[in-house]
Every structure is written in structure tokens, then in C-alpha cells.
């Protein structure tokens, strides 16, 4: 398989696909951010120690952090990487499963038409969560929210940063372009030698990672699909 990657090499080198940021979060961008503790607009004041609170209060004002809308007409998928702060609580005391992360793309009446809920039952401070969420055919303005929908009052979790940026499927490194250094990493990934996220590899979306998706990486990289 490796001597067809290196007689791919040449033919492949020219093509790329780039991704582009689409929204940025963090203590020095968030203009267009919306923190619905009861509405507020974001200043400095509210992302102390350069992170929000996400969680549900007992009053059902939940507090969430919804992006600026997002032109996804072209998208097929966007991917958030997300600096998610666990509760820094007494695990024996609250439930660090309730207080776990969703990741949503919602439609500009609030509606959601992706989700992803992030698992995260353990005390460890600080999480880089990257994910893919899929841009149902036909959107076109989307946000995304990050919720704890479960979320303990009294210990709740934080975002301390996010980017947005739209995806291209077959960029199986996750360094913003497609080319044949993800044929490289797919080989690699389906000869045992590295370990990388389905979400990344499962080029052709069967479920499974193998040698149809170094196929239709190819395709797509050549623009035949
Ligand atoms: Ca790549
Ligand atoms: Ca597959």
C-alpha cells in the first residue's frame, strides 16, 4: 500500500483544500457572541478568568453561549474546537456527568439540527474537545450553542475558548487542508500505526475505517466525488 502511496504522491500534490475560521471565541474575540445569562451582551466583565459558565439555574434561565450566525449554504460539516473547564467540584458530591457539555448547531429560530453531547464523567480540569457536526441539506444561516443542559447549579463547567471553522471531509489530520498528506495518515491510521478519530478517517461515512476510504479520499481529493 505504501508503494501506491509514493506513485500517488506526485499526482496528488497539487490538489488542497483549505478551511476557513468562521467564529472566535475567547477573551479577545467575541464580538456577535451572545451569553444568555438573562440576555446580557458580552463584555470583559462577564469572561473572567477568560471563560463563561454553562449551566441550567434553578430558575430555568439556562446559561449558554451561542456563536454569531454562520453562513453554512456551502457547508457540509463544521468543526468546533472547544475549551471546555470541567466543574472543579467533589465528584463523591455533585454529578460531573450532569454537568457535561452539548455542542449544537441550531437554525436561527432556535431550533437544533445537529447535536453532539460530550461524555465527560471524570474530574480532570481542562478538555481541547474538537467535533464534527454535520450541516443538514438545504441550511443556511446556523449558530452554534454550547449548553450543559443536565448542568448542576452549583457546579458548573465553563467555556474558555472556541473556533468555528467549516470542514472538509477527507482532512483526516485535521490541519486544515486536504491533500495527500491525509492519504499518508489514513495508511498509517488503518495499518495500526496511529490511532485518530473515526470522525477524521471514516472518509466514505459506512462506519468503518479501511482501504474504500483511502479510495474515495483519493476521489475527492481528485475531484472525482
Ligand atoms: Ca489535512
Ligand atoms: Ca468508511
Known sequence: MKHLLLSLTLALAAFTASSTDLAIFNLNSFDGWIYTREGVTLTTEYIGANKVHIFKNSAGKDFTLISPAIDCTALT???????????????????????S?????????????????????????LHDLDILLPVPE?????????????????????????????????????????????????????????????????????G??????????????LGVQ
Open 77 to 99: 460539516t463544521v468543526r468546533v474546537r472547544v475549551g471546555w473547564q470541567s466543574p472543579t467540584c467533589n465528584q463523591d458530591k455533585y454529578n460531573l456527568t450532569k454537568n
Open 101 to 125: 457539555p452539548y455542542i449544537e448547531l441550531i437554525d436561527l429560530n432556535g431550533n437544533v439540527v445537529a447535536q453532539h453531547y460530550y461524555l465527560l464523567p471524570d474530574i480532570y480540569q
Open 208 to 221: 468503518n475505517v479501511n482501504v474504500s476510504d483511502v479510495t474515495a479520499l483519493i476521489n475527492r481529493i
Open 138 to 206: 438545504g441550511s443556511n444561516m446556523l449558530k452554534v450553542r454550547f449548553a450543559a443542559w443536565d448542568a448542576d447549579l452549583n457546579s458548573p463547567g465553563a467555556i474558555s475558548n472556541a473556533i468555528v471553522s467549516d470542514f472538509n471531509i477527507g482532512d483526516v489530520n485535521a490541519d486544515g487542508q486536504v491533500n495527500v498528506s491525509d492519504v499518508t495518515q489514513l495508511i498509517s491510521v488503518i495499518l495500526g500505526e496511529i490511532n485518530l478519530s473515526k470522525q477524521f478517517t471514516d472518509i466514505n461515512g459506512d
